[in-house]
């Protein structure tokens, strides 16, 4: 589990096809590395990773075919930059909202504009996943927790402060570009008890 506050933006150092699967070696810069042990889940632009060997400040994870081909890892080189959050630990300050990292799917950035000192982004998704976007709701794109500020089908706005732009990848964002969503868990769960209706004894 995560919180959607960016911690760290590191690098990829390298990538290493292995049987169809890709092995990342992402390197770090403000993230404590005492805090990390083989097994522990990091989240990766929006994806949990698993941490399958430490090099220092640098820690490598496997990527699977799946999560390649429905997320943007797939198009992460040598010198790609990312999005890095440990895993939430008992009594860690929840900041931004409870985020998974499992990805519901892809977005693309329709449209960026100056908005005073924030930048505005206008970002649509498959309608499959529209519907789980409210006005003032919480969003993760590429593992920032983000607040909806419009709904229009299927796009919406999000603002994104100097302070987000600086210490995260979505400064560098541009118009055309696809990023990982994860929709608030929250809606998923109240869509699955109202379809099931009231339980039977």
Known sequence: MFTGIIQDVGRVVSRESRGGDVRL?????????????VGDS???????????????????????????????LGDLTAGSPVNLEPSLRAGDPLGGHLVSGHVDGLGEVAAVSG????????ITVPAALARYIARK????????????????????????????????????????????VEVDQIARYVERLLADGPLSR
Do not use: M
């Open 25 to 37: 070696l992402i390197a770090f810069d403000r993230i404590n590395p005492s805090g990390i042990n």
């Open 137 to 180: 709701g919480s969003v993760a794109i590429d593992g920032v927790s983000l607040t909806v500020n419009a709904v229009q089908g299927a796009t919406f706005g999000i603002n994104l402060i100097p302070h987000t732009q600086a210490v995260t990848t979505l400064g560098s964002l541009r118009v055309g570009a696809r990023v990982n």
């Open 115 to 122: 908005d005073a000192r924030s930048t505005r982004f206008e």
């Open 42 to 72: 990091i989240c990766v632009q929006g994806c949990c990773l698993t941490a399958v060997e430490l090099q220092g400040r640098a820690f490598a994870a496997d990527v699977s075919r799946e999560t390649l081909s429905l997320t943007t």
